[in-house]
């Protein structure tokens, strides 16, 4: 089992600042099948980013996602208000689908 | 508008059963690979269980093999999962989810399940 950990916990910003979230996979993630969701409170996941780096249909650009292998990143680039949420990254590429932990991205 | 909508959930006494039912709507259901994913009170999620196409291939997390199982009617664009002998840990929003392969990227509003005496 692929065992994703993602810091901060909990991670305290200001609109307009940028955010950058960090998820490591226990082993690496084969051809990239990592993906980002984004989770605001009684709602149900929104796919944000998947293969590591594209965004999702409707994404807005200031939301991006990088890395390879074991470590990878999401980067809102200037926070807006509505984002301010928990985000979870995943992994796809073997059974069981895993996901990490959660981020806490809360308002400053 | 593509949509997926759970029903079935409720309150069950641990060792009971539930049949959660996911009907999906605005889509090419028989193309989606489709999946259970649970979030207990106040945690994070957590993938159950997911289904090929054609109903083929079938994974389920530890935790719920031999206990639940996961079916589908494409004819029906609907997704099933029986839930047999529930835990108090079992206890959770189960949320109906699909996508083209492992990626989910459709996601219902979720049911609860509450196992508890």
């Known amino acids: 089992e692929i065992v994703l950990t993602q810091s901060p916990g909990t991670l305290s910003l200001s609109p307009g600042e940028r955010a950058t979230l960090s998820c490591r996979a226990s082993?690496?993630?084969?051809?990239?099948?990592l993906a980002w969701y984004q989770q605001k409170p009684g709602q149900a996941p929104r796919l944000l980013i998947y293969g590591a780096s594209s965004r999702a249909t409707g994404i807005p650009d200031r939301f991006s996602g990088s890395g390879s292998e074991t470590d990878f990143t999401l980067t809102i680039s200037r926070l807006e208000p509505e984002d301010f949420a928990v985000y979870y990254c995943?992994?796809?590429?073997?059974?069981?689908?895993?996901f990490g932990q959660g981020t806490r991205l809360e308002i400053k | 508008d593509v949509q997926l909508v759970e029903s079935g959930g409720g309150l069950v006494q641990p060792g009971g059963s539930l049949r959660l039912s996911c009907v999906a709507s605005g889509f090419s259901f028989s193309t989606y690979y489709m999946a259970w994913v649970r979030q207990a009170p106040g945690k994070g999620l957590e993938w159950v269980a997911n289904i090929k196409q054609d109903g083929s291939q079938k994974y389920y997390v530890d935790s719920v093999k031999g206990r639940f199982t996961i079916s589908r009617d494409n004819a029906k664009n609907s997704m099933y999962l029986q839930m047999n002998s529930l835990r108090v840990e079992d206890t959770a929003v189960y949320y109906c989810?699909?996508?083209?392969?492992?990626?989910?990227?459709?996601w219902g509003q979720g049911t609860l399940v509450t196992a508890s005496s």
């Open positions: 082993q690496s993630v084969g051809k990239n099948f």
């Open positions: 989810a699909g996508g083209r392969g492992w990626l989910i990227d459709t």
């Open positions: 995943q992994q796809y590429a073997s059974s069981p689908i895993t």
